[in-house]
């Protein structure tokens, strides 16, 4: 584990960021994970969506390690405890998922790798905190709304919440999260216009992360 969990908890409250991106092909993976470390990003997820893709992770994982040392890179959309124990095994430095598995806590918990478990209600939030989740991952952002995040953090104002789905690098839309009490937010294809990707404008990605980052920090102070 090249990161600690202080590491990474830190990176992701630091930036309030954390790109989740998947692509099949190794080459432009590697292109946007440059593209994002070059803008200023810390904490990345790469996604388990498609066939293969540990084999993809894995590689990612050696060219972080050697083009974008400050990188702690992370995976996503896990359901199970064995595809997190693979993953892990790849040199995963943190675990994100669309819904709370006590049985991915365990493996996680058990090597000191953060678990940021999707929650959709208090209720679940407060049992991924029993079982050692520092972060947990509002999902889908979108539909419980920044009102959710909000009342959640009123009565639990310990928890520490990421919020994916319906995230905008725009600043009307960041302001009502982190306004509400969001810790950090996930943001996919908003980071990564289909067009963009196409086109190999890897500098426009750049400057994507970066504007978005500059302003969280705005927002922020």
Known sequence: MKFNK????????ETGMVPVFYNSDIEVSKKVLKACFDGGVRAFEFTNRGEFAHEVFGELVKFAANQCPELI???????????????????????????FNPDVA????????????????VSEVGFAQEMGCDVCKVFPGDVLGAGFVKGLKAPMPWSNIMVTGGVKPEEANLKTW????????????????????????????????????????????
């Open 6 to 13: 202080i590491q990474v908890l830190t990176a992701m409250k």
């Open 73 to 99: 890179l992370g995976i996503g959309s896990i359901v199970d405890a064995p595809t997190a124990a693979l993953y892990i095994q790849l040199g995963a430095n943190f675990i994100v998922g669309p819904l």
């Open 106 to 121: 365990k493996v996680a918990n058990r090597r000191l790798v953060p678990y940021a478990p999707g929650c959709g209600s």
């Open 178 to 221: 982190f306004d509400a009490g969001a810790t950090c937010v996930g943001m996919g294809s908003n980071l990564f216009p289909a067009s963009m990707i196409k086109a190999e404008d890897w500098t426009g990605i750049t400057r994507l992360c970066s504007d978005a980052l500059a302003i969280i920090k705005k927002i922020r102070n």
